[in-house]
Every structure is written in structure tokens, then in C-alpha cells.
């Protein structure tokens, strides 16, 4: 089994380029209204989808906030050029860097152009 979260975002390619830059993945997909987030590894990591594309009726409601309740969490390699890019991307930081004793790891927590809130992880017992 493998996860494949999907967002609704407000604006898909500008959204696509943010986490590109952010998570130094690739578009698989591409486009205005849908996008596919692809890791070096060829994995699917994340999708994208435009709010007002309708093919999917359960995907919630543009008015309210987003992400209540979830965390886009990412274990990602080479926390430190993970923590650089956010950085440079001028991404508002909630918290970190910093250790998490209890994973074992280290993690920056952002929000991303949309509201939702990205957790960046190191790997276990890269502190």
C-alpha cells in the first residue's frame, strides 16, 4: 500500500512549483486544473488539484480554512538543504528547526501558499 494525499489548491501550477521547490521533487503531470508531485525515485508523493475542478464532489469547501486536522508530513533527505530551501522560499515557519525526542528526529514546520500546514522530518536518528 502506498499513500497518495491529494490537496485542493487555488492556484495548481503556482502550487506545483512551490512544493517542486520545496520538496526538490518533479511534476509528472502538470496543468492548470491537476498535477502529480513525483520524488527522484519515481514515487507519487503528492497531488494537486484545482478547487473549482468539480470531478471530485467530496473534496470539501473553498470557504473554510484549510487543513483542519491534517499535516502534509514529509521524511525527507538531507534535512539541512530541506530547512535551506524553505528558507530561501521565504516560507512562514511555525516551529523548528528543531529535535523531535519522541520520532527521534529533526522537523521544520511551514505553511504552504494555500494555508495548509508541512511538516519537514528528518530521517530517525539524524539529529
Known sequence: MQPQPLIAVND???SSQ?????????????????????ADSG????????????????????????????LLWFRVEGFEDAVARANAMSAQVLDGPMVNPNANHR?????????YV??????????
Open 12 to 14: 495548481v501550477p503556482a
Open 18 to 38: 512551490w512544493y517542486q521547490r520545496l520538496l526538490n521533487c518533479q511534476s509528472g503531470h502538470g496543468g492548470d486544473e491537476y498535477e502529480r508531485l513525483i
Open 43 to 70: 514515487e507519487l508523493i503528492l497531488q494537486l488539484h484545482h478547487w473549482d475542478a468539480h470531478e471530485h464532489p467530496y473534496m470539501g469547501d473553498p470557504e473554510l480554512p484549510r487543513g483542519n486536522g491534517v
Open 107 to 115: 522537523e521544520i514546520w511551514i505553511k504552504d501558499p494555500d494555508g
Open 118 to 127: 508541512v511538516v519537514l522530518a528528518g530521517a530517525t536518528g539524524d539529529l
